[in-house]
């Protein structure tokens, strides 16, 4: 079983910036990667930033050079610093892990979701 509890959601104001984190906890034996997905209302999720275990990244076009991915091995957790925020970045943020566990299972697993909502 594992468990991701995501924080740091809320609201601000364009130009502004958040930092949210997504702890995993649970039977895990390693994490192969770890990602930040958001879907606004009417749209499909969509993949923001991916770290995988070896520290590379990849962004989305529409968040480079805004927002910054990344991690802490050994508390299990990833971090997404959004910089520079606009109206466009309103969407609930989905945490997003894959891993192994230490019964031999390799699968993905999501968090609950937080609402960044940047608005004046």
């Known amino acids: 079983q594992v468990q991701l509890v995501e924080s740091g959601g809320g609201l601000v104001q364009p130009g502004g910036s958040l930092r949210l984190s997504c702890v995993a906890s649970?039977?895990?034996?390693?994490?192969?990667?770890m990602s930040w997905y958001r879907q606004a209302p009417g749209k499909q999720r969509e993949l923001v930033a991916t770290i995988i275990s070896g520290g590379s990244t990849n962004y989305a076009d529409s968040v480079k050079g805004r927002i910054t991915i990344s991690r802490d091995h050994a508390k299990n957790t990833v971090y997404l610093q959004m910089n520079s925020l606009k109206p466009e970045d309103t969407a609930v943020y989905y945490c997003y892990i894959y891993a192994e566990m230490r019964a031999g299972t390799v699968s993905g697993y999501w968090g609950q979701g937080t609402q960044v909502t940047v608005s004046s």
């Open positions: 649970g039977s895990i034996l390693s994490i192969y990667r």
